[in-house]
C-alpha cells in the first residue's frame, strides 16, 4: 500500500512538473502571449528581438520566441500549419511569397502608405495580387565592404558615388590587394544567387525576359556566360574559391572580419555586425562596381506576417500596429543600423564614420536594374532555385563549362516553366 | 485440432511479437505504404495531391543527376566500406587481448564517438579539417607543410567525410566484435597455440573465419548505413566542392524538402530502397547468410 502510494505521489508530482514546463504562465491579469518565429538565432543585440521584448514591457505581454532555421521553414511551416500549431507573428523572408493564402492580408489592418512603395514590393512579393501578406521589418541592399588598411598598404584609392569602379577596376585591384595588401584574397561575395546575379545585371543580363504577359528564359545570354567565365576565373585567382564552389561550410563574413579580404560583396544586413565586432582593423563601405550597361543592387529583406490560423491574431496585429508608429521604428532602425522601410524614417547615426557609409548604401538602392524588377516579377525561383545555385557551383568547380552551366539550367526551367528559351 | 498448450503457445508468440510489430508496422510499412501511394501524385507536400501516374518515374529514369548522385554514393561506399570492417575489428582485437591494461577506459573512450550525433561529429570535423581555420592546417602550416585544400578536391573531401563516418562508427562496430570474439571457445586458441600458431596465424586462420557471422553483419550494417550518408556531409561540405559528395539521400531530400516534390521524392525513394535491397541480398547469397 505504501508502495502504491509513494508511485503514485511520485507520478503526480513528474506529471505536474512536466505540465509546468510545457506552459507559459502569464505574468498579470489580461497579459497574453504573443508567439513569435525567427528565422534564426537572434543575438543579444538583435533589434527586432529588443524591439519585441520592448513592446512586451510596456504592454505587459509575454513573448515566446521560437527559431525555425531559414532552410527548415519549409517543412515545419506545413506541418504547424496542419496542427494548427501556427505562430502568431511570423517574421520571414519567403513564406509569404510561397503561401500568400496562410497569411492575413495587411493592407486591411495598416495604413499601408506609410511604407516605402520599393520595400513594400520587394518584400511582399506578390505580383499577382494586390494583397500584402506581410509588411516590411528589414529592408536591405547589397552592398560592398572593404578593408581600408588593406587599402593603403596596396596604394589602392577607394572608389566614390561619382567615380565608381569598373568590374576591369576591380578585377586590378583585387589583384593588387592579394599581392601587396597584406590579406589572403583580394575578394570575397557571400556564396548567395543574388550576390552574384548584380555582376549579371550590370552587363544587360537578367534571367529571364518580359514578352506581352509572359516571359522568355534569358539567362543563357552571351553576356551571362562570358560574366559567370570571368566569375570562374575570378575564383581560380583571388577569391576563396571553396566558398562558392561548395565544400565548405565558411561563412566569407568571418573572413573579412579577420582580416582576410580585402574587397567583401555581401549587404547592408551585416553593417551592425561588422561595426560591433570589427576593431583590429579599418574598413569601410564602397559603391559597388558597374558594367558595360550599368550599376547594379539587389534589394531584399525581411517582412513580418500573421497567419490566418494564429491563435492571437489581434495580438500580433496590436504589435504590429504599435512597431510601426514613428517613435518605435526609428528605436528599431537605430539598433538595426538598416535601410528603412517607413517614409519619413531615416537611421541617423551620431559617428560620422557611419553616416559616410549609410549616404553610400543609400545611394545603391537607385542602382536597382529593371531587369532585377523583371526577374522579380517572373517569381522563377517558384520553379527551381538550388539548381541554379548547383549550376554555378559545378562552373566555379570547374566540373562543367560556364556555357554548359547556364544553357542546362535554362533548359529546363524552360521546360518546367512553360517560358520559351531566348538563345 | 489445437491444444489448450498449442493456443497458449501461439498467444505468447503474439504477445511477445506485438509491440516489434506494432512499432515495425507504424513506422516502416504505414510510411512505406504512404511513399508508394505518394510516388504516384504530384504531392507538393502540403495543398498539392493530384495523380499523375508513372509521371515521376519516368521523368526520374531520364534524369542523369539521379545517375550522378547514386553513382558518387557507390563509389564513396565501395572506399569507405574495407575500413568500417577492418578497422572496428583490429580494434576488437587489440582490447580483447590479454595483453591490454585498462581495457575498460580504452572501450568507452573509442566508443564515446559513435553516441554523438552525426551532424555534431560533421561540424567538429568541419571545424577540424577547415581550409581556411582548421586544426589540420593549421598543424601543417606549424610543421612548414603547404595546407591542403580539403573543401576544393573532391577526393580529400570525399575522405574527410569517410573519416568522420569511421570515426563515429569504429566504437559501435567495435563492440559488435568484441562479442564474437568473445564467443570463441579458447580452446580452440589453446589448441592452436600447443600446434605452434603463431598470433598472425591465429588471428587469420582462426579468429577471422569463426568470425564470418559477425563479420558479415559488420559489413551489412556498413554498407546500408553508407549507403544513407546524410547528415555527415549537410554538416562538413554540404555536398560539395560542386556536387561531389551530393550523394543520393541528399539528391532525395533536395527534391523533396527544399523543392517541395514530395511525390518525386518518394519515387526516388522507392527506386532507391530497391536497388539497396538488392545490394543487401547479393551481400546475403555471396556471404551465405554469415554462415562459416
Redesign the interface.
Known amino acids: 500500500m505504501k508502495k502504491a502510494l509513494t508511485v503514485v505521489l511520485v507520478s503526480l508530482l513528474l506529471t505536474s512538473a512536466l505540465f509546468a514546463a510545457g506552459t507559459k504562465e502569464a505574468t498579470g491579469a489580461g497579459s497574453k502571449v504573443l508567439k513569435v518565429m525567427l528565422s534564426e538565432e537572434p543575438s543579444s543585440e538583435d533589434a527586432l528581438l529588443g524591439t519585441l521584448k520592448k513592446w512586451a514591457a510596456e504592454t505587459g505581454n509575454t513573448l515566446d520566441v521560437m527559431v525555425i532555421p531559414y532552410?527548415d521553414q519549409?517543412?515545419k511551416f506545413?506541418l504547424m500549419?496542419?496542427n494548427n500549431d501556427l505562430p502568431d507573428l511570423i517574421a520571414t523572408t519567403r513564406l509569404a511569397r510561397l503561401?500568400p493564402d496562410e497569411f492575413l492580408d495587411m493592407a486591411e489592418y495598416l495604413d499601408m502608405s506609410i511604407f516605402e512603395p520599393m520595400a513594400v514590393e520587394i518584400i511582399v512579393q506578390d505580383y499577382k495580387t494586390e494583397k500584402k501578406s506581410t509588411v516590411p521589418q528589414q529592408f536591405t541592399i547589397t552592398n560592398v565592404f572593404y578593408n581600408k588598411d588593406a587599402f593603403a598598404r596596396a596604394g589602392i584609392t577607394a572608389p566614390t558615388v561619382e567615380k565608381p569602379w569598373s568590374l576591369e577596376d576591380l578585377e586590378r585591384n583585387a589583384r593588387l590587394l592579394q599581392q601587396k595588401g597584406g590579406v589572403?584574397y583580394g575578394m570575397a561575395m557571400d556564396s548567395s544567387r543574388a550576390r552574384y546575379d548584380n555582376l549579371m545585371y550590370v552587363n544587360g543580363g537578367s534571367m529571364v525576359e518580359k514578352e506581352g504577359d509572359t516571359f522568355a528564359v534569358a539567362i543563357n545570354s552571351p553576356q551571362n556566360i562570358a560574366m559567370l567565365q570571368k566569375f570562374v576565373d575570378w575564383n581560380n585567382s583571388f577569391m576563396?574559391?571553396?566558398i562558392w564552389?561548395?565544400?565548405?561550410?565558411?561563412n566569407p563574413a568571418?573572413?573579412f572580419k579577420?582580416g582576410?579580404v580585402g574587397i567583401y560583396f555581401s549587404g547592408s544586413w551585416n553593417y551592425n555586425a561588422f561595426y560591433t565586432q570589427i576593431k583590429n582593423f579599418n574598413w569601410g563601405v564602397m559603391p559597388s562596381p558597374v558594367g558595360s550597361v550599368s550599376g547594379s543592387a539587389i534589394l531584399g529583406g525581411s517582412g513580418l506576417g500573421v497567419p490566418t490560423g494564429a491563435k492571437n491574431k489581434d495580438l500580433a496585429i496590436s504589435f504590429l500596429k504599435w512597431f510601426y508608429t514613428k517613435e518605435n521604428f526609428q528605436g528599431y532602425l537605430n539598433q538595426d543600423k538598416g535601410l528603412s522601410s517607413l517614409v519619413g524614417v531615416t537611421y541617423s547615426p551620431d559617428d560620422p564614420q557611419v553616416v559616410e557609409d549609410y549616404k553610400i548604401m543609400q545611394s545603391e538602392v537607385a542602382k536597382v536594374t529593371y531587369a532585377f524588377s523583371t526577374d522579380e516579377s517572373s517569381m522563377w525561383r517558384n520553379f527551381?532555385?538550388?539548381e541554379y545555385r548547383?549550376a554555378m557551383?559545378?562552373a566555379?568547380?570547374?566540373?562543367i563549362s560556364a556555357h554548359k552551366a547556364l544553357t542546362d539550367f535554362a533548359t529546363i526551367l524552360s521546360k518546367k516553366s512553360g517560358w520559351r528559351m531566348k538563345y | 485440432m489445437r491444444t489448450q498448450y498449442g493456443k497458449r503457445h501461439v498467444r505468447a508468440f503474439w504477445f511477445f511479437v506485438a509491440p516489434c510489430l506494432i512499432l515495425f508496422t507504424t513506422f516502416f510499412l504505414v510510411p512505406l505504404l504512404l511513399s508508394i501511394g505518394l510516388s504516384f501524385t504530384n504531392y507538393d507536400?502540403?495543398k498539392t495531391m493530384d495523380f499523375i501516374g508513372l509521371k515521376n518515374y519516368r521523368e526520374l529514369f531520364s534524369d542523369i543527376k539521379f545517375y550522378n548522385a547514386l553513382g558518387r554514393t557507390f563509389r564513396y561506399t565501395l572506399f569507405s566500406l574495407p575500413f568500417k570492417v577492418i578497422v572496428p575489428l583490429l580494434v576488437a582485437v587489440l582490447v580483447t587481448a590479454k595483453s591490454v591494461k585498462a581495457k575498460g577506459i580504452v572501450r568507452t573512450m573509442i566508443y564515446t564517438p559513435s553516441l554523438l550525433s552525426a551532424l555534431v561529429v560533421g561540424?567538429t570535423i568541419?571545424w577540424m579539417f577547415?581550409?581556411?581555420?582548421g586544426l589540420i592546417n593549421y598543424l601543417i602550416k606549424l610543421m612548414g607543410g603547404v595546407p591542403l585544400?580539403?573543401?576544393?578536391n573532391?577526393k580529400l573531401?570525399t575522405f574527410v567525410i569517410s573519416f568522420a563516418s569511421n570515426w563515429a562508427s569504429t566504437g559501435f562496430y567495435m563492440v559488435i566484435f568484441i562479442g564474437g570474439i568473445n564467443n570463441i571457445s579458447g580452446e580452440i586458441y589453446e589448441a592452436a597455440a600447443i600446434d605452434g600458431s603463431s598470433n598472425v596465424q591465429t588471428f587469420f586462420r582462426i579468429t577471422i573465419p569463426m568470425l564470418a557471422p559477425t563479420t558479415f553483419l559488420v559489413t551489412l550494417l556498413s554498407t546500408v548505413n553508407l549507403l544513407k550518408e546524410y547528415a555527415l556531409v549537410q554538416?562538413?561540405?554540404?555536398?560539395?566542392?560542386?556536387?561531389?559528395?551530393t550523394f543520393i539521400i541528399q539528391f532525395i531530400f533536395?527534391k523533396g524538402?527544399?523543392?517541395?516534390q514530395h511525390g518525386y521524392a518518394s519515387a526516388i525513394s522507392l527506386v532507391v530502397m530497391i536497388i539497396f535491397a538488392s545490394i543487401a541480398f547479393v551481400q546475403f547469397k555471396i556471404s551465405n547468410g554469415g554462415d562459416r
Not at chain 1, 566555379?396 to 566540373?399: A, C, K, M, T, W
Not at chain 2, 577547415?130 to 581555420?133: D, H, I, K, P, R
Not at chain 2, 554538416?235 to 559528395?245: A, H, S, V
Open positions: 532552410e519549409l517543412t506545413p500549419a496542419r503561401y589572403k576563396p574559391k571553396a564552389a561548395g565544400g565548405t561550410n565558411d568571418d573572413y579577420n582576410d527551381y532555385d538550388n548547383d557551383r559545378e566555379v568547380n570547374g566540373d | 507536400g502540403w561540424i568541419n577547415g581550409a581556411e581555420y585544400q580539403w573543401a576544393l573532391y573531401a554538416g562538413i561540405t554540404q555536398g560539395g566542392p560542386g556536387l561531389n559528395t533536395d524538402f527544399n523543392q517541395m
